[in-house]
């Protein structure tokens, strides 16, 4: 294992303590602002849905470490004054029409590369608590940027790989004084009663120059480790749900910002509307905005390419040379214990939701046999290969329950053969090394069992982790141990290190903190929403019998 060295685990572990809301900061007309506060840590509880046993509180773990690593999804890093970014449809958040779009805008999100900054030293820090070791990677599952734009892209890669982080200019979004439209939180302003429903209504805090600041230049040193990169719906569409069409690339670069549907919009096609032809949305009213050519597009090729940059650790962040020539991104990376497959859930068609294709279900297929000694064929029969037996983890943005876009399907006269997220569940549960399968995309917590029907006591673990954009803005440690006859998976939340109370100065780590406070006190996303999942979601041991002789495996 590459993480032989052993530090204390720091009090960012969420089983020394937790961050909740606590005294009320501010009173708007319809809701409190809250501070975020220290409040008692969460032990590990034991989940052994997969494995017959006792439950209750984690024991100190024995066993042989195997893996280490960190999961970290959702980053969302925005261009805030991005032309091509219809924050005004939040004003149609009470609209059923809009309920698959909005939220399109955060009041945090200008502070979001601040956050991540934090996240990215804490993750640098951290030690695993049940085996002391540090992470031997991170894995990233996606939607890193906002708007598939290349300044969002290279704005990640300098937060990862260290460098300097530039939007490239002062703000000019939704958020500054002026702009005609109450529904955005404005900081600046002569005096705490601001004119915006955040301010008036929510209580929300009067910081002036706080923008100004948010948007400039600064210097990350990037994370200590190796990561690796997967592709999301955010990197190949517009915020996620819109087709990138030559219409919306060349708006991108322009100059004009739209601050209103036309006229003649039509509400009940919102979503198809925005998915198909989004650049329909910036044919109302709009104000101008500076041109910057560094905000053009990118396709998936550009994504993968970017990544393969000087010292990129290991190469290409997973990406390989086929994925440069076939214009894929799922891949393979072995360690001496595991094999982590990364899948490509986007759909190129539109949509927020995932889907897996048949070309790669067979790539996947393959590469799952390549590390099972025996396993069970399409018919049921067994088959041994005579490979050697390795663990296997799954990584990407979406989830089983959420590989539901269909719109590849229905595309061209044949369409695009897909399989449903049952059928891929079906598929793994044919190779019993697959353990467990980490994902993002919901912005929450969530840990379920996925047992195979055919093999009672055999299954693997879907492990879904929150967003660093929204609340609780957190991460994930995994520790994989060898009990002999037990797999034991320890997962711990991770809190950044930045101060849980913001001070007045708002430099640095006080920016991470206020976007953490923020996004605590977002109407319907922030402390009270439940992202951040039950204990049985968070801190947990995960126990799974042994698909093979573990001892077989050199660590």
Known sequence: M???????????????????????????????????????????????????????????????????????TDLQLADVSSPAR????NRYFADSRYSRIVPVQRPQEALTAHAVDATVRTMSNLSGPATGLLPDMAVTTGDSIDNAQWNELQAFLALF???????????????????????????????????????????FPHHPGLLERAVGDFAATGLSMGWLSCFGN????????????????????????????????????ALEIFTERAEHLMTGLARPVPAVAERKPITRGDFVAAHFGPGARPCGHGFTE????????????????????????????????????????????????EVHSVYRGADGRWIGSGNADKLVILFSHHGIDTLTNTRLAHRGPAGVPLLTGEEVLGLLHRFGNVVLWLNGHTHTNAIRPRPDPDAPGRGFWEVTTCAVVDWPC?????????????????????????????SAVLTGDDMASLHRELAANMPFL???????????????????PAPFRLATLSA
């Not at 004084?177 to 429903?197: A, L, R, S, T």
């Not at 219409?247 to 039509?266: C, E, I, S, Y």
């Open 526 to 544: 922030g402390a009270d929403s439940g992202r951040d999942g039950v204990a049985g979601d968070r801190n947990v041991v995960l126990r799974v």
């Open 2 to 72: 590459s993480g032989v060295g052993r530090v204390p685990a720091g009090p960012v572990l969420t089983t020394h303590r937790r961050l909740g809301l606590g005294p009320v900061i501010r009173r708007g007309g319809s809701t409190a602002y809250r501070q975020v506060v220290v409040t008692d840590g969460e032990p590990h509880l034991v989940r052994d849905e997969l494995a017959a046993g006792a439950g209750g509180v984690l024991t100190p773990t024995a066993g042989r470490p195997l893996l280490c690593l960190v999961h970290v």
């Open 474 to 502: 957190q991460t994930r440690l995994v520790e994989l141990i060898d009990s002999g006859d037990e797999l034991t998976i320890v997962c711990t939340m991770v809190d950044h290190d930045a101060p849980p109370a913001v």
């Open 234 to 269: 955010h990197e190949a569409l517009n915020q996620g749900v819109g087709v990138q069409t030559e219409a919306l690339a060349a708006a991108l670069t322009g100059g004009l910002k739209p601050v209103a549907l036309p006229d003649d919009f039509d509400h009940d096609r």
């Open 322 to 369: 086929r994925n440069l020539r076939d214009g894929t991104a799922y891949y393979v990376h072995d360690t001496p214990t595991v094999r982590l497959i990364a899948l490509d859930t986007t759909c190129l068609a539109g949509g927020a939701d995932g889907c897996l294709d048949l070309d790669q279900a067979r790539w996947l297929e393959t590469s799952l046999a």
């Open 161 to 203: 790989e260290g460098g300097t982080v530039t939007f490239g200019g002062s703000y000019a979004g939704v958020q500054v004084q002026h702009w005609p439209d109450d529904i955005f939180w404005k900081p600046d302003g002569e005096g705490p009663d601001g004119p915006d429903i955040f301010r008036r209504e929510f209580g």
């Open 86 to 89: 219809f924050e005004f449809l």
